[in-house]
């Protein structure tokens, strides 16, 4: 990017935050802090009201606006595939503002790039199913970690028909695992949790505002649950399920060692029954590299579904 396209996006950068540091812009352009500064010093002195807080950060002056700009056309496709993985991994309450915002950018595009954003659109598709639909809205959920506000949950949990009801403090949101989570601060259990949206039955945001725990931001959040106490399993994977096995396990991957055959990850789990009905899916692609414990496991439900399937057939 030469400095003439990086000044223009350093003023789109700051129009777009309330406050930002010269720490996160040096690494959002991935330039050194002294070419911030010279930046920042070169948009001042072309009249663009750059405000400087010692120990907070820059800020355009309020009211200042930079004149709508044109999309290029690799920007106007990244818009559109966005739209497309929005439409198939989030829910209603998010596609509908999302092709809402799409319609605004092709009504401001020149009409050959809005031929250019019809193919693009038509050509890209997922062949997996679209997020299973819920009754908690993500739209709603992310208004709420905005403005701080708590969230009553009616919530059912995994393998049981009983359904708690609960005020939780918003954390964050986070898609593993093919679902959607959110990490709230429950005060029911007085700890964080992790809810998945789709086992909400009913949820209501509250008036009541609240101020964010210290150490309980999202990404502190999942450090933790990283470095808690959990058991480890090497796992060989060959080249027809690495790719499956490091999108599951996204979360959970301690370390991923490539080789000619497919790759040996180390897997962190809570226990080992979480790893065993998974595993058995992949059938013979994987390869236990350690831990008896955990091959006794899938050899004892190998077993169990072999008996069934022979009562089955008596």
Known sequence: MNRIDRLMALTLYLQGHRISRAEDMASHFEVSLRTVYRDIAALSEAGVPVIAEAGVGYSLMRGYHVPPVMFTPDEAAALATAG???????????DGSMQSALLKIRAVLPAKQQLHLERVESSTQLSESRTRPHRASILELQ???????????????GGREEVTH?????????????????????????????????????MAVQNE?????????LQEVIERDHSMETVKVRIHFDHFSIDRARRERALGIVH?????????????????DWLVGWLLSFQTSATILDSPELKEKLLAASIRIQEKLEADHD
């Open 84 to 94: 497309v993985l929005t439409r198939q991994m989030t829910d209603d309450s998010i």
């Open 143 to 157: 208004s709420a970690l905005a403005e701080r506000r708590i969230v009553h949950l009616a919530y059912r949990t």
């Open 166 to 202: 609960r005020d939780v403090e918003p954390i964050g949101l986070v898609h593993y695992m093919t679902y959607w989570h959110f990490v709230a601060w429950c005060r029911l259990r007085n700890d964080v949790r992790d809810f998945r949206i789709d086992r909400i039955e009913d």
């Open 209 to 217: 505002t609240f101020q964010p725990r210290d150490g309980v931001t």
């Open 256 to 272: 991923d060692e490539p080789d000619e055959h497919g790759a040996t990850l180390t897997l962190s789990t809570g226990c080992y």
